[in-house]
């Protein structure tokens, strides 16, 4: 049983910082892709950036040049590095694993959240 725990949210002002982490259990990340996902109230929950095996990045136009994923193979972690946040940011985030190398389709695993708000 895969295991997947989110830390690191918080309440930020805008234009600050925070640093996410994703810690796993039950599998070993290295050879499956990653991603970090958030959902905002009475919104869908969309991908915010993915990291493949190899540690190759996707970002969705929102987070470009703000976030950076990265990934730790020896620690088993994946962290999001969120830099000159925006109240729209505000957002649960939710680490998730796919069950391939690359960031496709939909993850097979799932965390189980951390809330992320930005105050204006």
């Known amino acids: 049983q895969v295991q997947l725990v989110e830390s690191g949210g918080g309440l930020v002002q805008a234009g600050g910082s925070l640093r996410l982490s994703c810690a796993a259990s039950?599998?070993?990340?290295?050879?499956?892709?990653m991603g970090w996902f958030r959902q905002a109230p009475g919104k869908e929950r969309d991908i915010v950036a993915g990291?493949?095996?190899?540690?190759?990045?996707y970002y969705a136009d929102s987070a470009k040049g703000r976030f950076t994923m990265s990934r730790d193979n020896a620690k088993n972690t994946v962290y999001l590095e969120m830099n000159s946040l925006k109240p729209e940011d505000t957002a649960i985030y939710y680490c998730?694993?796919?069950?391939?190398?690359?960031?496709?389709?939909?993850?097979?695993?799932w965390g189980q959240g951390t809330q992320v708000t930005v105050a204006s």
């Open positions: 039950g599998r070993t990340l290295s050879s499956y892709a």
């Open positions: 998730a694993v796919y069950s391939s190398r690359v960031i496709r389709g939909t993850p097979s695993y």
């Open positions: 990291i493949t095996w190899s540690g190759g990045t």
